[in-house]
């Protein structure tokens, strides 16, 4: 539903681009990285989305006239404007997949493609990556607290504006199993679901009529709202009632929503009602300002609850409301680039880098990911970036290289993964993950190491700038 | 850049409409009410924006084909498909003018429209007017905090996908000076700015050529980002030395830019050094997770900073990320509907209304707003909607009212306004609120009355379902 031009981006970089233009460096090749520093939600990991959403906007990504005519008005150059004309991304894109468990620091992504288009698109790669991976991660944690419980996306009329659409999409990556979006569930085929609001039972002079009147048109799937009024009182009797009718034409009341007050001992007090009506198969939906929070406490409490519907914060990551992932020169004009900090957990890793996942001989992931430079064999240690006496041996493990060169002088290279696909890997992954690394809080620091090759490239740069530690 | 057609909704809407439709109520006028409960960010007052979005979407709202064959799919009725091939929305709109101030529980919005239409828009209009009036009200505590200094918006990297377009527009609205987003700048008018960033500098094998480079090329709006490798010792230093060699050629260093680092104690040294070298005229802009309270805290240890570029904070809304604003049926079928709730301050106000600002002889706010019945006239006293013993007499006041009819029967009244009037007229309104209620933490709470007609009628629905409050 987006109509993506290159002018989805900051001013600088068209700036900078310029700069790099008038001087001849149009054809100066460079790599960048992406990552982030730090875990969102307290999580033990977060997971990657928003790959396939960049790949097909970069695929496509030009300067329309729009465009072109407003960059004049803002004097950039003649010569410059024409080049942009001709602007498509024609770089190389080094990617972990779509789904997969990712972890601060290592890259998650690298781009390799002339600097000016390698700056053009930073923005566009941020702003996909930021969200999905975001929300894709709340959704996780979402999942991990509602256990085997079925999860519904509720979340567009309080999402960021237009985001709601790429939120329901990261949401099914991250655990959830569909979403009220119906634009959503059209473009990548989420299931979809949403039945009746307080407005349709308010229409009606009362209640019941409100409910019989769904339930003729709508038998298949009822589920009844039963907190407009009163519901232990008029919404729960009224759906009891129903639901006996519809039993004599053979039909069955698939559930009902509780939207307000006290959902344990609402949930546990219609459930009791509902099974001593002979309605044992009647589900039971909450929604109302939930979190992972409230329904990890909801599980706790042992609430008889089928369906969460879930909306403003998963959609919006709150409290987060952003990852804080960068995009760094790592290589450029035949050198390695670094960034330097008073922060020392801040110094970039320079070079174009391969990171792998330490696999045991279960398959189970050990919980830590090596970063070496792209073509190095072998590597048999890894050191703590910043304290290089922390090492592991990877002498008994399996190392599993996590970024794929998906796209090459921009053409993908794979066929696109549905959706169902890349939340199918997602489980799989999480899978493998042991469960400390899970746990919801606190839980156990995931590492990364680098090469002894890397650690040293690295050290001559911060040597050759080392003023900046004085 | 958006291609919005009548699936940006939840399914819910949908299966109601069906419902409608099916029951031969297609026809059924209903009123709904857009209102929000709780200020966000414990501000004493929400800024308005989004509308002129909302009614250019809603004029060529409409499902397409893609949207008919993703509902047949969905088992919906052929009848209702066909129902919906015709859909266009065809209501009435009573709005709040775009840019003003408002508060909770008076109608901001109220939609007039057959019910399947009301329905169907709703998820739409949620979802734009929560979250541009979300980041205006956020922008205005930045410019409230930042006083006359420049604010530029940095945030569509860590933006919630597409709404960081509307971010920058909304804003704007609130007061910032402009955006880095270029696309936001192309088709909102909004001053778009952006020189440089690190991996300029990077790209470099030394930051004085870097910066010799740019300046050379942007001599115009030349700012250098100084704190690649170190901020005191190279950065200004270099900077220092192209303003020098720029005046040579009679130009001026627009400024330098500070991104990380003790913020307040680096703009003092750098303006020290910077005056020493006798370049008062160049700026200092600053950037790096900012939001309101750093921006306070920087002005009020009197940091010499000229510009504030802030990012995520801004266009999340961070930490709440999202307003609470509602929409509730008012009347229906030719009758007043309610939503009750055992929170009484959570009870709806039915019918038609109108929204009174109460203005003294000088023009300000006095810090009540009055709700009445639509075609009330001569209301003399308003009355607290909880507890009825509070009143106020209206007697010495002058009353505006605050809804307008800016769509009838789905055609736009009023010609469109541009953004900077917005932002204009915002402007004036903030003016008239006394300071107690723009005041940063804790400020005086903005009250709002009813009428005696609209507390009755009120009060006879509640009466009718009152089972409720047993």
């Given at each position: 539903m987006f109509n993506y031009t290159a002018t989805y981006t900051d001013k600088y970089q068209l700036t900078m681009s310029q700069v790099y233009f008038l001087k001849g460096q149009k054809d100066t090749k460079a790599v960048f990285d992406y990552f982030f520093r730090k875990l969102p939600f307290n999580a033990g990991y977060a997971i990657f989305a928003g790959l396939e959403d960049l790949l097909n906007i970069l695929s496509i990504l030009r300067f329309d006239s729009h465009d072109l005519e407003f960059l004049k008005e803002q004097q950039f150059h003649p010569d410059f404007i024409s080049y942009l004309e001709k602007f498509r991304f024609r770089g190389n894109v080094y990617s972990s997949l779509e789904g997969d468990l990712v972890f601060p620091v290592r890259p998650v992504i690298q781009i390799e493609a002339n600097i000016i288009e390698a700056q053009i698109i930073e923005t566009l790669l941020l702003n996909t990556l930021n969200f999905q991976t975001l929300i894709a991660t709340k959704a996780s944690r979402m999942r991990q607290a509602a256990e085997g419980r079925i999860l519904i996306?509720?979340?567009?009329?309080?999402?960021?504006?237009?985001?709601?659409?790429?939120?329901?999409?990261?949401?099914?990556?991250?655990?959830?199993?569909?979403?009220?979006?119906?634009?959503?569930?059209?473009?990548?085929?989420i299931p979809v679901s949403g039945t009746m609001a307080h407005s349709f039972v308010e229409s009606y002079d009362d209640e019941l009529s409100a409910f019989m009147h769904f339930a003729e048109v709508?038998?298949?799937?009822?589920?009844?709202?039963?907190?407009?009024?009163?519901?232990?009182?008029?919404?729960?009797?009224?759906?009891?009632?129903?639901?006996?009718?519809?039993e004599e034409k053979g039909l069955r009341l698939n559930g009902i929503r509780l939207d307000s007050g006290d959902l344990a001992y609402l949930a546990k007090e219609?459930?009791?009602?509902?099974?001593?009506?002979?309605?044992?198969?009647?589900k039971i939906a909450v929604s109302n300002q939930l979190n992972e929070h409230i329904i990890k406490s909801l599980m706790?409490?042992?609430?008889?609850?089928?369906?969460?519907?879930?909306?403003?914060?998963?959609?919006?990551?709150?409290?987060?409301?952003?990852?804080?992932?960068?995009?760094?020169?790592?290589?450029?004009?035949?050198?390695?680039r670094i960034k330097l900090s008073e922060n020392v957990s801040k110094i970039t890793l320079p070079h174009r880098k391969q990171v792998f996942r330490v696999i045991d001989?279960?398959?189970?992931?050990?919980?830590?990911?090596?970063?070496?430079?792209?073509?190095?064999?072998?590597?048999?240690?890894?050191?703590?970036?910043?304290?290089?006496?922390?090492?592991?041996?990877?002498?008994?493990?399996?190392?599993?290289?996590?970024?794929?060169?998906?796209?090459?002088?921009?053409?993908?290279?794979?066929?696109?993964?549905?959706?169902?696909?890349?939340?199918?890997?997602?489980?799989?992954?999480?899978?493998?993950?042991?469960?400390e690394y899970k746990r919801f809080d606190?839980?156990?620091?995931?590492?990364?190491?680098?090469?002894?090759?890397?650690?040293?490239?690295?050290?001559?740069l911060i040597d050759k700038f080392k003023f900046a530690f004085k």
């Open positions: 996306d509720f979340g567009l009329r309080r999402a960021q504006g237009p985001g709601g659409y790429y939120a329901s999409r990261a949401a099914y990556i991250g655990g959830f199993d569909g979403t009220s979006n119906v634009v959503a569930g059209r473009d990548y085929r709508q038998p298949e799937d009822c589920v009844l709202v039963v907190d407009t009024y009163d519901t232990l009182n008029s919404g729960l009797p009224n759906a009891i009632t129903v639901a006996k009718k519809m219609s459930r009791r009602r509902l099974d001593n009506a002979g309605l044992e198969y009647v706790e409490q042992q609430a008889p609850i089928d369906v969460f519907g879930v909306g403003t914060s998963l959609v919006t990551g709150h409290p987060d409301a952003a990852l804080d992932g960068v995009y760094k020169l790592a290589y450029s004009n035949g050198k390695a001989s279960e398959g189970k992931f050990i919980g830590a990911d090596a970063v070496t430079l792209a073509d190095e064999k072998e590597v048999e240690i890894i050191y703590h970036p910043v304290y290089p006496f922390k090492s592991l041996s990877l002498a008994k493990y399996i190392m599993e290289p996590l970024l794929h060169k998906v796209m090459e002088n921009g053409l993908r290279l794979k066929k696109p993964q549905s959706l169902s696909e890349i939340a199918q890997f997602s489980r799989n992954r999480l899978a493998k993950l042991p469960s606190n839980p156990h620091i995931y590492k990364i190491g680098i090469s002894n090759k890397l650690q040293t490239e690295r050290d001559i």
